[in-house]
């Protein structure tokens, strides 16, 4: 593999890092003026929401997101302070503990989610036409395998 | 407007964001551990590599990073540390600022670009065929080109 991008592939890169970079600001700016939530206490409500009894392993949940433990540590007391998650050992593994969703977690993002999702159709999902959007999931269904695969198999930068 | 996805577009925006998010915490993992650079300084030294003079005003760099005014001063503050940018007063305005790349920045970027073009195609570029490179430029400068259109035109969000 040569060390380079033709322009088409550049051009293609490019538009998209910069384009994604300021989507997830500017979704970001939305969410914090609308529910007072960052990115990644969304996406931690939406995972516990959806997971079985509201509740994840710590591990699991650090998997999940893509943080270092020592991020998703410091993320859930950021959240258990403001009453959205609890934390108590896992049932099955006394060293071991669980992020637990609260009524007001849950509550919170029933009441965030209807203006996240015009945020995203605002920005993004309305503009495309259904050729468009079945591309969308066809790259980054493949994209989120493969590196769902990477990060299983392997982890040797994370662990430099 | 209602405030919901069809499950197609709900299942597109999903795939997207998860494996956005996963790509870009590889690839800044990628780029720590080949480089010792973060996605910020990276885009920094690109951003100030292209510009004439390879300097560009603190307000001009800040827009095009979409930080804010007191986050690109943390950023340029740890690349002045290590060496790889300097701070200049602007010369037709003694208030303003420019941030100027040094040699040392130049060096840097440039032994740090190989690999993180490697890590490009690796990742992303090299699975895509013709037509999903032309979807992924055609969805996404239209993405970026709306989004700094919102930039410009108000940022009610930012400024609460």
Same mark, same amino acid.
Request: aromatic residues 4%.
């Given at each position: @593999?040569?060390?380079?991008?033709?322009? %088409?592939?550049?051009?293609?890169?490019?538009? $998209?890092? &910069?384009?994604?970079?300021?989507?997830?600001?500017? *979704?970001?700016? =939305?969410?914090?003026?609308?529910?007072?939530?960052?990115?990644?206490? $969304?996406? +931690?409500?939406?995972?516990?929401?959806?997971?079985?009894?509201?509740?994840?392993? *710590?591990?699991?949940?650090?998997?999940?997101? +893509?943080?270092?433990?020592?991020?998703? %540590? $410091?993320?859930?007391?950021? *959240?258990?302070?403001?009453?959205?998650? /609890?934390?108590? #050992?896992? #049932?099955? !593994?006394?060293?071991?503990?669980?992020?637990?969703?609260?009524?007001?977690?849950?509550?919170?993002? %029933?009441?965030?989610?209807?203006?996240?999702?015009? /945020? +995203?159709? %605002?920005?993004? @999902?309305?503009?495309? =036409?259904?050729? &468009?959007?079945?591309?969308?999931?066809?790259?980054? !269904?493949?994209?989120?395998?493969?590196?769902?695969?990477?990060?299983?198999?392997?982890?040797?930068?994370?662990?430099?």
């Amino acid at each position: @593999m040569t060390e380079s991008l033709d322009s %088409t592939r550049a051009a293609a890169w490019r538009a $998209y890092i &910069e384009a994604s970079q300021r989507l997830f600001t500017q *979704m970001e700016d =939305d969410l914090r003026a609308d529910s007072d939530l960052s990115f990644a206490d $969304y996406h +931690v409500l939406v995972l516990l929401s959806e997971a079985p009894g509201q509740r994840l392993r *710590m591990g699991e949940l650090a998997g999940r997101l +893509v943080f270092s433990p020592s991020r998703l %540590t $410091y993320q859930i007391s950021s *959240m258990q302070r403001r009453g959205l998650v /609890s934390k108590e #050992p896992c #049932p099955d !593994d006394r060293r071991g503990s669980e992020a637990v969703l609260t009524a007001a977690g849950l509550l919170t993002l %029933t009441e965030a989610a209807p203006h996240h999702l015009a /945020s +995203v159709r %605002t920005h993004l @999902m309305d503009d495309l =036409d259904d050729d &468009e959007v079945a591309c969308l999931t066809r790259i980054f !269904d493949r994209l989120g395998r493969r590196l769902r695969a990477v990060g299983t198999t392997s982890n040797t930068h994370a662990s430099r």
